[in-house]
């Protein structure tokens, strides 16, 4: 059975939505935006909001998850390598993808991640990539072996390195292209070690020959 299609209409008011919630963000409070101020801002009715969302809390969680989904729903890729997961079929972050959805979404994300009032983001993004690098770990990992470095200190070095380089290149003004972003961090990566850090090979850094091109 074909999968359920969203109203384009639908589609269209809930972007509008958003983008008033991030231009408002950027100036205000997140305690101090009113539902009359977002409706304002995205040029709908006060109606149209409460046909979508019960509240202000409803709409703001639907709006973080549904970016949250979408991102990692675009990131995730299979891995091509499977030497190291017994050949069990396992989901790496690809880097590429991840630095161009962002630079995409430049505008949302920047608001997101470096407003010290919109911490709540940060938190649930880097829930969402542990989340992950434990799915992860569960494939790669030998039964009754200990790794090296413990999981959860894997987990928060490549959540906190990852997080906070995405987060000042967005401040910095993005003045890397996300195919150079991706390649940085693919050769710093090379340098560490993937024997003791077994969680490094969930970041994919291989970049598509068809932006070779791209400065």
Partial sequence: MAGHKTDPRVVKTRN????????????????DISVQKITETANITRETFYLHYKDKKDFIKSAINDLLD?????????????????GQPVKVFSLQKAFQYIENEADIF????NNKRNDFFYEQLYDRLSDH???????????????????NL???????ALL????????????????YMTQSVG??????????????????????SALRDIQ
């Fill in 187 to 208: 050769k710093m990566l090379d340098r560490l070690d993937s024997n003791n850090v077994l969680l490094l090979n969930s970041l994919s850094h291989k970049t598509n």
């Fill in 133 to 151: 690098l434990s799915k992860y770990y569960a494939v790669i990992a030998e039964p009754d072996k200990q790794p090296e470095v413990p999981l």
């Fill in 70 to 86: 979408d991102f990692f729903a675009q990131v995730m890729v299979e891995s091509e390598d499977l030497s190291f997961t017994n």
């Fill in 154 to 160: 894997q987990i928060s070095f490549i959540d906190s």
């Fill in 16 to 31: 509008n939505l958003r983008k008033a919630l991030v231009y408002l963000m950027r100036r205000e409070k997140l305690e």
């Fill in 164 to 179: 906070g380089l995405i987060s000042h290149w967005l401040k910095d003004g993005m003045i890397y292209t996300s195919r």
């Fill in 110 to 113: 920047d608001v997101l991640l």
